[in-house]
């Protein structure tokens, strides 16, 4: 094994994918999902996996020909240093939005669910500020602790949805195809930005040891998050059926207070630090991708200090908003929805420019050669 | 300047470490009164309700203070508020500790709230509450909770949380009390197209009509002698779109578990008709552990649904002394006999649904689903609408088990020899 300093191995970048956007089946990521599909959530999911694939497998090929170059890296040398540096400020304004209003999420999970009394400004402090700690370590680290909690978290989840699909009954999931078909691709297509991070995902891509092993990774990864999503959506709708499903915010927190494991009631305190956990890891990872992006945009090489600002904004802006569990829903629908587009087409467009410089072509003469 | 660095990092992790605490949110066991079950009445005052709070003492029988407390196991009190949320902080002038539904096993709503169409009103407040949790089971008593409440007085298992969850829980393992809870009502009521079943117990006693057959009563009606607790529990309370709208006995109940598609059922004893004297009944333990078997069929406009019911049942008295074991004549013609009787108790039951409920107790409408694409046309077809009007036939499957521990008896006519 290389052991390469700032790099990470694929089991580290599996981990990573895994727990960052696995963990968004426990927000309300499937309340969104059902807002449209109604039952058929499941299936959304696995239409979203699958037309996700396109525009990643796009980027893999852009970023085949740039195996040193790291997301903001190959825009500012396809797009030109304007418009590059214009599109890696938007993704970066996006994407720090889209984790204020995660973290916000989180912040409303854990206050609403567990800790009542506690002022939101004080979890979302200890939070970010946990956080914050975990970016400044590196991805190393980051990647290390994935891996080496990955089990404990994975197997505590299925545990859950493995009671509550005892629990519930199979019989919910039908009719097959929810409120009609047209109305399960719509969900899929207003929601597959819910796999957006696998394009930001690319500003480590040159941290991974070897370019096949981030290949490889990002597909592993995304055959499992989308697998994992949609079991979940699916055992939500057994236990609850889907009138009731879309109407509870947080269908996974509803769930570890509902099941019961043998004679074991109140389970929800068993489950919930394991969660938390990922949560941790979660926006570790988002804060020290948005460091390097604003790092990458200013050229300034020691990102990591960048991190305690980005903390503070985020936690500024995150406790600002009034009623916040239903402004930060609405807000998030808006994001996913704007960022499926540019989803969708940001990566082929890519791939079609650095197609027409002829990219590809060097890389292959260079491989024969 | 290294010695500073190291200084302000103890005081970082310091303050992180006093943050796990939760300091708000930080409460001592005996900082908090547990809550097992609130009872719901209504009150005269429009939009008032009466709340009747159980509270449970949890000192007593715990194993570490030896069961040695003079203290009682519960106490009861009822107020007059504007929900079961509020009614926290009103408790609060007679109770010394903070009210909590941490440990919420059961509501217990009177049957003349339950009736009212604005009950739903109330019972949402649960779905909004962050202690309630979704299992909470609800409980529908003939008099006021609040009479029900103070007149359960359990004589061996004074423990009030302990008492209900093993009374209910045994109570739905006989299939004698429905189960459901909280979080199905909700489902139901959302979903319209069934009609959801509450437990249903009363503590008070009726007389009369005490010769009808094992279970088929509601609660209140069977008579039993000594000295044991007013309070009982069978049969159920059916609500329809959130209203209660009737009530079903315990043998009822029984075969609307059968006929439920959801539920798998352990131990049921009931006794029957003794095919070869009419005298007698005869003792049987029922269990379905396999899938009912559903087909669905539209035929010109009407819909037609066979129902398949697997049963696994064994016999466990012979007051007739057929002696089974050696006559196999016989075991056919008591399967044939069963049959018929519990396909005729079925068809009965379905009747009534027909005609008196108007809608299924059975989640029928669960394997109807899968017969359809999308949720528009299931809508379209209102299942709510389309079933009294439904031909249902149902078709029993027995298996035998064991017919007692000895399968033998002597004949009669050697005993009396």
Redesign the interface.
Known sequence: MKQNKGKIGIKEYIAIIALTIGTKLSDDTPSIIYEDARNAGWISVLLIGAMAFIPILLLIKVFSAHKDKNLHEVFIYLFGKILGNLISILILIIGVAALTVDSGIYVDIIGTMYFTTTPSLIIYGVLMIVCAYGAKRGIEQIGSVSWLLLPYLKITLFVALFFSLKEGHTGFIFPLWGESRLEVVKAAGKNVSIFVDFLLIGLIAPLVSSFKDYKKGTLIGLGMVTAEISLATAAFVMLFDYTTAEMLSYPFHETIRYIQIGFLANVETLFFPFWLVATFIRFSFYLYLSAVMLGGILKIKEFEYLIPLITLIVIFLGIAPDSPSILLYTMRQTILMILSPAFMFLPPLMWLIAKIRGDFKNETVLESS | MRQFWNLAKLTIWIS?IL?LT????KKELDQKAYVIGIGLDPHEQEGKIKVTYLIANPEVGSQQTGGGTQEAPQEIITLIADDFITSRNTANTVISKEISY?LLRLIMVSESLAKKPDFIRWIYSAAKD?EI???TELLVTKESAQKFISNNKPKLETRPHKFFEFMIGRGKETGLIPDTDL?DF??IA??DSDLFLAIYATTEKENGNHNLSDDNFMAGEIHIEGQTNDAQFIGSAVFKEGIMIGKITGEETRISSLLD??LYLQDFKTTFQDPFNERYRLSVRFSKIRNNVYKFKQQSGRTIIDIKVPLFIEILTDPSMINYAKNKKKVDELKESMTVKIEENLNKFIKKTQEELKGDTF?LS??V??E???????RDYDWMKSYPDAEINVSVDIRFGEFGRQTKLPEMREVRD
Request: positive net charge; hydrophobic residues 25%.
């Open positions: 992180l943050a939760g300091c708000w949110d941490d962050r949790k979704r299992s979080n909700f489902r959302e979903t598609p959801t989640h669960i394997p689903r899968r359809f694409g999308t949720l528009k046309e299931f």
